[in-house]
């Protein structure tokens, strides 16, 4: 089956960028939409963004143009990078499926393990 | 921005009891609504979707409703494995928001 897994260093320093790679195993990557999700320790789920196969993305106004989301279909990896972070960016971040075929507007139905990224001096 | 809504912030049920969940939407997002399972140290989990329609392997006892702006997760004849957080979605259109959680925790 389909799994995901996040990738990327733990820790990062206040005002450079966050950069996560999300491999998809057991399946391609093409014909889905594909998010990044975050939770802060102790909080509640925020989504970041998605991308298509095409390329084509959106993302949460909240994060203020700071988000870009790629696509690789040769090797079935998604990519984020979030510039400028501050503490308020130290969370787990999730690469997560959209449930049904060639739509955005699904449920997540398929989600990684997650990785604990830390904006820290 | 679409403001989901869930309470209570925590519920203590005993086992074998029914356990209730409510979300609550800003705006109505028809039936667009997923339900998701969180325990500690692991990815959300989901539940339901179409607001109503179990997820593959999700057990009989955990049921949805509603529609427009008022949903409703109920656990029946709760199990110890089912505390958790739970935490309600919109994907009505972007950006698709979450509830802040319910904390399920079983007597």
């Known amino acids: 089956q389909v799994q995901l897994q996040e990738s990327g260093p733990g820790l990062v320093r206040p005002s450079e960028t966050l950069s996560l790679t999300c491999s998809v195993s057991?399946?391609?990557?093409?014909?889905?939409?594909w998010s990044w999700i975050r939770q802060p320790p102790g909080k509640g789920l925020e989504w970041i963004g998605y991308i298509y196969r095409s390329g084509s993305t959106n993302y949460n106004p909240s994060l203020k143009s700071r988000a870009t989301i790629s696509v690789d279909t040769s090797s079935n990896q998604l990519s984020l990078r979030l510039t400028s972070v501050t503490a308020a960016d130290t969370a787990i971040y999730y690469c997560a499926r959209s449930k049904l075929l060639f739509s955005p507007d699904n449920p997540f139905d398929i989600w990684g393990q997650g990785t604990m990224v830390t904006v820290s001096s | 921005e679409i403001v989901m809504t869930q309470s209570p912030a925590t519920l203590s049920v005993s086992p074998g009891e029914r356990a209730t969940l409510s979300c609550r939407a800003s705006q109505i997002v028809s039936d667009t609504l997923a339900w998701y399972q969180q325990k500690p140290g692991q990815a959300p989990r989901l539940l339901i979707f179409?607001?109503?329609t179990r997820a593959t392997g999700i057990p009989a006892r955990f049921s949805g409703s509603g529609s427009g702006t008022e949903f409703t997760l109920t656990i029946s004849s709760l199990q110890s494995e089912d505390s958790a957080v739970y935490y309600c979605?919109?994907?009505?259109?972007?950006?698709?928001?979450f509830g802040q959680g319910t904390k399920l925790e079983i007597k």
């Open positions: 057991g399946g391609s990557i093409s014909n889905y939409y």
């Open positions: 179409g607001a109503s």
């Open positions: 979605q919109h994907y009505s259109n972007w950006p698709y928001t």
